[in-house]
Every structure is written in C-alpha cells, then in structure tokens.
C-alpha cells in the first residue's frame, strides 16, 4: 500500500526557518514589513519544503475567476497610467480580475517577488519597467507564474523591449534638419531607484551619438540631470533658458518635463519654435492636446499586448517564450 505523502505545512515552515507564525503570514501578505534577513529565511525554508499556501487558490476556483498582477513603479505617472490601460483592455472580455501591486522600493520589489509565487494567488503577472534577477526569474517560472516584462529583458521570461537609444536618434535627426545647432538635454540622467529600469541614459546616449556623428558637441553644462518632477524640472529649464547663450532646441526625457520646458519658456516670453524648438518623449494623451512634438512609444500597446502573450501562455505553457520589440515613431507637432 502507497503511503501518500505528508504536505509541508505553515508549521513546518515555522520550524525551519525559526520564526513564528505570524511572521511567516506578513512574509506571504505584507512582505515589506518584514526585514530583508527573516523574510529571506522564510523564503528559502518555503522553497525546500515546497510549501504552497492553498486557501485563497480554492475560494477563486469556487469563484471561477483568475487574477492578473501587474508590479509597477510610479504608477500615477501618464506613461504608466497609460499602460495600464492596454492592460485593462486586454482583460476586459476575459475572465480574469487585475491585481495592481505598487513598487516603492527596492525592499517592497522583493518583497513581492518572494511572496507572489510562492501565495499563487495570481494567475500571471506583468511587470513594467522593472529590472529583474535570475533568482528571482527562476521562483516565478517554478512556481509556474506566467510573467511579461515591459522594458527589460530576461531569457527565463517573455518581454516586450523599447530601443530608447534609437528614440534619442530619432529627436537629434530631426533637429538638426530644423537647422539647429545648439542644443540642450533634460532629464532624470541619475535616478535614486535603482529598481527600476532607467531609459534616459540611452536616450541622452543616442541623442548625443547622432549629434556627433554631425560633427557637434553637447557640452555637459546643456546636459540637465533633472529628476522626474514638475518642481526641479521647471527649475532645470529656467536655468537652461537663462544661461548667457541658451539653446534653440531641447530634447526632454519625457513629454511632462517637456511640458515644464514650455511653460518656463512662455513665462521668459521665449517662443515656441520660433525661439525654442521642444522634444518630448512618450506621446501621453496631452502631448496631442498642446500640439508637442515627441517620440511615440506605443505605451497602451505595450500593455495591451503584454497581456494577450501572458493570456496566451496561461492557455498553453507550451508556447515558446516571445521577445517582441515595439518600433517608436517620431511625431511632430508645432513645438519643432
């Protein structure tokens, strides 16, 4: 006679890795609140014993409806917002409710990666700009987490790429045959998380490639290293504009730092294009409302198509891992 195997238990786990109870749930509920050491212990003891928390997987099966997460960083900003739209859309005739965890840091991003598996309380999971390491790739394909990454890659998961570079290419061609030659670059070049995937480099890189390869120089007092915020970008323009030979054309790391650009330069009665031509990055929804020329990243595609390959695999597991790149397009307005 087959002896059936006893199931690890919470209490096994408990044992294991020597905490309580207690702390075993905020490690799978609230794993933020648990330092870095004991929420690892716990993690670890977890994948040994092969523990799999079943309760909140059987009141869903009751319900016959599945989950889809998404991790993201600053998830109230337009780009992200407009993400998570393509993500809304995809799911919005299929049977599956969305799930939105915010990532604050690089503690929470852990946090979440240790304990979304091993929960399994979602069905698939979409990360967006997130940079993502190889234990962490391993847990999620282990515990079979159906997971896209929006603007990373790794080659244990699907992803969808954007070539920023290219986008900075794209901005200095166009200038240069507006006839321009004194330029400037604003954006967030150092950003303090180091979760998150940081494109600007590669755009200011591509940018000033380009305008290399026409024989000119970007000095680096017209390279503005301004973080993401409304605030220091109005700041970082002004002095820009007022410097004793200001540039004619700026290129912004995104569109609401161009937006800020614009509104410093209205408020110096500098004109734009006549005066200042402006660059943005991204297209949200308001760049077509204030006629910006910017780059186009295809943001609620990227969302909207990242769920259909996460549905897709859901489907069939079978299906071979997709690493697509999205083409960004130059768009321009009456700010160039």
Known sequence: MMIKKKLPTIYDVAKMSGVSISTISRVLNAPEKVNTETRQRVI???DQLGFVPKADARARAMKNIGRIGV???FFTAPSFVQRLRGVASALSKA???LVIYPV???????????????IGNIDGLVIISLSIGDEDAKRLKKHGVETVIIEYCHPLLNSILIDDRDGGRKAAEHLLKKGHR??????????????AVHPVKSRLQGFTETLAEAGLNLPSKYIYPSP?????SKQAAYELLTLPKPPTAIFAASDIQALCIMKVARQLNIKVPEDLAVVGFDDIDVAEHVDLTTIRQHLDESGRLATEILLSRIGDSKRPLQQINLPLEFIERMTT
């Open 182 to 195: 004194k330029f400037a670059f604003l954006g967030d070049i150092e950003s303090p998380e180091k979760l």
């Open 104 to 118: 604050n840091s690089m503690d929470q991003l852990q946090g979440h990666l240790s304990s979304i598996p091993v």
């Open 228 to 232: 993401f915020n409304q605030k220091e």
């Open 71 to 73: 991790l993201t960083p």
């Open 44 to 46: 670890d003891a977890i």
């Open 95 to 97: 049977n599956y409710e």
